[in-house]
């Protein structure tokens, strides 16, 4: 039996995530890595050249590969946010199954079109890599919530403090735009829909009433807040919405010194469920007896795993785009009805080794709303 092809448009950046599993799952007898679209090759120079000593084609643009490579199984999209829709719909098009990178898109309008695109082609698949939707931990929260154990589910909430400094807002033409400066797309890029959009994402997936499925959000308040002048949107924010019914509570920010993973916290009638990023993971009853609980552990491989199944199995669970669409909704639903505020300069610091911000009390301010379970604690700064 011949095994399934693929292949990968993009080397750089977050590519080399999707290289580092393809070599892997190449290595352990599961796929036949065919090709890779790599645009201006002279940039990357040592990807292409590990590529090709590995027997992989390398073309410059999708078209000329889906041209040369009839049957291929599946692409990775790890590319700029402005082609997840139409590299998407053209990969199906082919008959080539998908897994394009989160965000899916910056509106539900385009995400419409995705489905309908995939809907038109109901023998393959188009996965998100919302990577958590893969972790068995947090599935295995949401099956113990679904089943009653744990009572009914009152809220959610969670913070994360993750520094980014010039590198961060560097690296690439769009970090910190609205749109993107080479095609206008629309890009959105923030805490909330790029870094932290993970963590967003699994609070939706908690949050639904089904196993496959996330819950639709209405924001209720937020605050968006920039430190950082030479971006577009924001750099920290605190958000209240109502995921379905159950009311979550978000604080991130990129301006602080000190790294806090993102910790989440599922308040249930009859016990609670904790979940932090490189950390523990846990499951009490109301009286605190541990139901469960463990370790976090790294789900991008287990995501790749299933992607892979599911070409031969279908009834594999992995973030579909309707599931990925919630979030979607969430980010326009804040650029279309928030306006950014300024943080005041006299509040803002710069650590000069990496151009790191910090501001007064902003951090005190985010442990208020974490510890109160509402994002929007009030004006910022007092």
């Not at 969670?158 to 080479?182: L, T, V």
């Not at 979940?275 to 491989?301: F, K, P, Q, R, V």
């Not at 943080?343 to 910090?358: F, K, N, T, V």
Request: a negative charge.
């Amino acid at each position: 039996m011949s095994l399934p092809k693929v292949a990968v448009v993009g080397v750089r950046g977050f590519a080399s995530m999707y290289i580092r599993h393809f070599i892997r799952l190449q290595d352990a007898g599961r796929i036949d890595w065919a090709a890779a679209v790599v645009r201006s090759p002279d940039k990357a120079p040592e990807e292409v050249a590990l590529l090709k000593s590995r027997g992989m084609r390398i073309f410059p643009d999708t078209k000329s590969m889906y041209d040369a490579i009839p049957g291929l199984a599946l692409v990775g999209l790890p590319v700029g946010i402005e082609f997840h829709e139409p590299m998407t719909c053209e990969a199906l098009e082919h008959g080539v199954n998908v897994l394009v990178e989160k965000p899916v898109s910056t509106t539900t309008a385009s995400v419409d079109r995705m489905i309908a695109a995939a809907n038109a082609h109901p023998d393959l698949s188009v996965t998100v890599g919302f990577q958590h939707m893969a972790d068995r931990n947090i599935r295995r929260i949401k099956e113990t919530i679904l089943s009653g154990r744990l009572g009914k589910l009152q809220s959610i909430r969670f913070h994360g403090f993750w520094p980014r400094g010039d590198a961060y807002y560097g690296r690439n033409n769009w970090a910190g735009k609205i749109a993107s400066p080479a095609t206008g797309a629309l890009i959105l890029d923030s805490p909330a829909n790029n870094a932290f959009a993970h963590y967003l994402n699994i609070a939706l997936f908690l949050a639904a009433d089904k196993l496959e499925a996330t819950a639709e959000p209405v924001i209720t308040a937020a605050r968006l807040l920039r430190a950082r002048r030479t971006i577009e949107t924001f750099d920290t924010c605190a958000i209240d919405f109502n995921a379905g019914s159950v009311p979550v509570s978000a604080f991130l920010t990129h301006t602080c010194l000190d790294t806090t993973e993102p910790h989440i916290v599922v308040q249930c009638t009859a016990g609670r469920a904790d979940w932090e990023l490189n950390g523990d993971w846990s499951m009490h009853d109301a009286d605190g007896s541990e139901i469960a609980g463990g370790t976090d552990t790294d789900c991008y491989g287990t995501m790749f795993n299933d992607v892979v199944a599911k070409l031969a199995d279908r009834s594999i669970f992995t973030c579909s785009l309707a599931m990925a669409r919630n979030h979607a909704a969430l980010i326009e639903s804040l650029y279309r009805d928030y306006q950014v505020e300024e943080i005041p300069e006299r509040l803002i610091h710069r650590r000069e080794s990496d151009g790191q911000l910090y501001v007064d009390g902003l951090l005190d301010y985010g442990r208020e709303c974490s510890a109160r379970g509402v994002a929007n604690a009030g004006p910022f700064p007092r």
